[in-house]
């Protein structure tokens, strides 16, 4: 079993930035893709951005020059740097891993075996 908690999330104004960490346990680790994932009631699940367990990273057009993401092996941890936070940006942001060994990064949640709770961000105009 791998379990994700998401931490860094809050309210920021347009234009300013957070950074999304997501602690992970489990000793295969280094092995997973790991995504971040949002979320707007009413709306499906979105793919914001991924990295694969060798580092290579893919991003949704609407985020790409403004989120990086980036992972930890020591510390089990991924981190998305979000900067030039827009009010569409608000959502519940969630991490997930793809256990199966692979140098791609899925977008489909659906590959994804487990996710964390989520952390609320709202971005103010």
């Known amino acids: 079993q791998v379990q994700l908690v998401e931490s860094g999330g809050g309210l920021v104004q347009a234009g300013g930035s957070l950074r999304l960490t997501c602690a992970a346990s489990?000793?295969?680790?280094?092995?997973?893709?790991m995504g971040w994932f949002r979320r707007v009631p009413g709306k499906e699940r979105e793919f914001v951005a991924g990295?694969?367990?060798?580092?290579?990273?893919r991003y949704a057009d609407s985020v790409k020059g403004r989120f990086t993401i980036s992972r930890d092996n020591a510390k089990n941890t991924v981190l998305l740097q979000m900067n030039s936070l827009k009010p569409e940006d608000t959502a519940v942001y969630s991490c997930?891993?793809?256990?199966?060994?692979?140098?791609?990064?899925?977008?489909?949640?659906?590959?994804?075996?487990?996710w964390g709770q989520g952390t609320q961000v709202t971005v103010s105009s």
């Open positions: 489990g000793r295969a680790f280094s092995s997973y893709a």
């Open positions: 990295i694969s367990g060798s580092g290579g990273t």
């Open positions: 997930a891993a793809d256990e199966t060994p692979s140098f791609f990064v899925y977008a489909g949640p659906m590959e994804y075996d487990y």
